[in-house]
């Protein structure tokens, strides 16, 4: 069963003027929270802890209970979890299996991009949409790769042009001409792509926090 949980940061405080916020979290936690320079980054830090401790609560863990894989991919033993952010959203997928999640605000994207990371074949699928559908297919593409990506826990050491997607009646992925056993899932949030990549098909309602 993979469970989707989702929080918006837009109207938490800024941790640096109400360090009352912080209460509960690591002392590492806090000072990494407070070390970004931008208020809006600090927010997201903060977004994406206190959403993390409310799924470990969730599930009867805690922060404590966390260590780190191969590639700093952080894990739990019998629990599987993954988080991202992007504006004022951040998102943790949590699964009894592997799972990768990611959020991208969509905005303009720079000319070259998609044949810099991309491969031949989904630069082709981007080209056959107008300017506006384009940028849109360009970060369902991303976000997709993202999660698979962070599912595998290879994260950037795997080139986005290292496997491919291809997008038709559902989702495939290819990694060297093979098919790989994974479903994707795409949620729709206004003003953003999102995608989880996981090991099983069973998908529960979205928790919003």
């Not at 590492?28 to 993390?52: D, T």
């Not at 952010?85 to 949590?94: E, K, N, R, T, W």
């Amino acid at each position: 069963m993979v469970q989707l949980y989702i929080l918006n940061v837009e109207n938490l405080k800024d941790p640096l003027g109400h360090l009352e916020v912080l209460e509960g979290l690591s002392k590492e936690r806090q000072e990494k929270i407070l070390r970004y320079k931008q208020e809006h980054s600090r927010k997201q830090g903060l977004g994406a802890a206190l959403l993390l401790k409310h799924v470990l609560n969730a599930h009867g863990l805690s922060m404590d209970n966390i260590t780190y894989g191969k590639n700093g991919k952080p894990q739990i033993e019998g629990l599987h979890f993954n988080l991202s952010h992007s504006g004022d959203v951040v998102i943790c997928a949590v699964s009894d299996k592997e799972v990768g999640c990611d959020i991208e605000k969509i905005s303009d994207v720079k000319e070259g991009i998609a044949d810099r990371f991309f491969t031949e074949k989904e630069v082709g699928y981007l080209n056959s949409f107008s300017t506006i559908e384009k940028q849109q297919e360009f970060f369902r593409l991303w976000t997709i790769k993202e999660s698979y990506m962070k599912l595998t826990g290879e994260g950037m050491s795997l080139p986005l042009s290292g496997f491919e997607v291809i997008i038709g009646e559902g989702i495939r992925i290819y990694r060297e001409g093979q098919l790989c056993p994974c479903v994707i899932k795409e949620y729709e949030i206004e003003g953003y792509k999102l995608a989880v990549c996981a090991l099983e098909e069973e998908f529960e309602e979205v928790i919003f926090i």
